[in-house]
């Protein structure tokens, strides 16, 4: 079983995501340990890309400041290793597809397992189109994690779970990333949808920011994702370990 | 006879695809089906012929410009003119016929993108026809260099957002549409003006202009008794071109030429030849030639022309540009400003900046191709870029020095 897998056994896990070299690529590294200390149990590295059709206003500004302080794919890999020094979180490379083609699918496969990295998510790869990637990252032996969504049908729900290693991203509503007062009602039918076609983890993501939410969808699934919320407490410079720590609360309370 | 049509996955060669989040790959099925079906059904067609010829203004003329043909004592040059088209350019096409796909898939709400204006307008056009709610998506830039169709959107009932993000044109109004859509995909159809993105759009796109070069085609056997030589287009995402270059594709001796944005320089940044300038990559949907940094991040671009201005070609060119069956070339902003002139003087016609790329490709050539026809797509009409023109000719503008 794979580091990302293992990491959901015991506890409903805590996943972050915050944006590779956001403010700077120094940065990355102390956010991660701050956000370990504070209960996260994986972290969503995201490759900043110029045009983030998925995310909100917040992630958009988080990849702009990343970009601005010259993150590549290059130097996120450089952060993994930084990150790998101190810690053995699970750390998933989150971005589009684009800087990848560019980098190279086997040549990124390749490098991304050397620095630490132990799966993969692409917002805009279907799995339609997947097959020579699964199997780049296959043959360097990184995860592939796939959205799925309100939207998917049961033949695409069945895919995606084919196509998945490590565990399912669920997509709680249809909407870019960001934060929302409400919780959308279509986390519980998507999870049971889900667990028919796989016997993968399930993590929810997209619109969670409080512990109450956290906490409401810990029932459902196996795991929470929270990221624009983590990347507006980088913008303003805030308290990152404390957040992580009530969203802990929040799910295991 | 050489093939160009996507395969069952919407693929032509390596290009084109579905690169799209999720939450939009059902509903993208949704629409290849009701699309496949809207197109094979005789009603539907027939609504939508009826909507072209009395509505829009088809069949639009293919004009003989004799003057500009003289002057350059060369190639015979045929103008198609679907700058004559209700709204002022060939985007009515298309609109009409995702306006009708919408109602039939019972979405009320439409959103748009649009860089020169044009698609917008168009959009709003039918959704003031059909009665559906319309938003259009524009950048901040954009929208300083189309002032006059800002308003006319607004007239015709569609609420225009400005987009501040990127460059604040075509490329980040795209983002910012299926930003919304991935949100209200369930009430909405995405009105995609160009054939680009994901499939089916590029071959819906392509379909609804497949009548530019149908109408070209049967008017020049009659009229010449024989095919044109060299077909020229404009190509920003493509759609102009592809409408009027589908009908010749298996025609091998007939050039089909497809005219970028040269912009100022040949520098990443200040121009929009995604052939030249470009790679193959993924954006918006669809894999084709994008322009790029070495990192994969997609570069700004710059044309004078807002219609041109995107860092993307549409995916069937990219295969027609691989397979050597249609070829690509640049027209810089200076040049495409002095062909607009020269039409004007010559023919009594204002080309919009888009279509004066075209234009000059044809004035660069013509010279040297005595005996030889041309037809130039006239995409659209000038109107809209008197303020840029304005600022570009100086000297023929009463309210400055120079002409007093």
Known sequence: MSRIQSTFNGRKALIAYITAGDPTPEKTPEFVAALERGGVDLIELG?????????????????????????????????????????????????????????????????????GIDGCLLTDLSVEEASPYVAAMRKAGLDTVFLAAPTSTPERLKLVGEYSTGFVYLVSRTGVTGERAELSNSVAPLVNSMRAETKLPLAVGFGISTPEQAHDVAQLADGIVVGSAFVRIIEQGGDLEGFARSLRKGIDG | ?????????????????????????????????????????????????????????????????KHLSESLGGAKIYLKREDLLHTGAHKINNCLGQALLAVRMGKKRIIAETGAGQHGVASATVCALFGLDCTVYMGEEDMRRQRLNVFRMRMLGAKVVPVTNGSRTLKDAISEAMRDWVTNVHSTHYLLGSALGAHPY?????????????????????????????IFAC?????????????????????????????????????????????????????????????????LTHSVSAGLDYAMVGPEHAWLHDQHRSEYTSVGDQEALNAAMTLAHKEGIIPALESAHAVAEAIRRAPAAKGELYVVNLSGRGDKDTDIYRENLPELDEQNPVHV
Request: proline share 7%; hydrophobic share 40%; net charge negative.
């Open chain 2, 202 to 230: 590029p071959l819906m796109v392509r379909d609804f202009h497949r009548v530019i070069g149908e109408e070209t085609r049967a008017e020049i056997l009659k009229r010449e008794g024989r095919l044109p030589d060299s």
């Open chain 1, 47 to 115: 490759v900043p890309f110029s045009d983030p059709i998925a995310d909100g206003p917040v992630i958009q500004r988080g990849a702009d400041r990343a970009l601005k302080a010259g993150t590549t794919v290059k130097k996120v890999l450089e952060i993994a290793k930084k990150i790998r020094e101190k810690s053995q979180i699970p750390l998933l490379l989150f971005t589009y597809l684009n800087p990848i083609l560019r980098y190279g699918l086997d040549a990124l496969a390749r490098d991304a397992k050397a620095a």
């Open chain 2, 235 to 299: 190509v920003g995402g493509g759609s102009n071109a592809i409408g009027m270059f589908h009908a010749f594709i298996g025609d091998e001796k007939v050039k089909l030429i497809g005219i970028e944005a040269g912009g100022h320089s040949d520098r990443l940044g200040e121009h929009a030849a995604r052939f030249s300038g470009g790679s193959p990559g993924v954006l918006h949907g669809a894999h084709s030639y994008v322009l790029q940094n070495e990192d994969g991040q997609v570069a």
């Open chain 2, 1 to 65: 006879m050489m093939i160009s049509q996507p395969d069952s996955t919407g693929h032509f060669g390596p290009y084109g695809g579905r690169f799209v989040p999720e939450v939009l790959m059902a509903p993208l099925e949704e629409l290849e089906h009701a699309y496949r079906e809207a197109s094979a059904d005789p009603k539907f067609q027939a609504e939508l012929g009826d909507l072209l010829h009395n509505y829009a203004g088809r069949p639009t003329p293919l004009y003989h410009a």
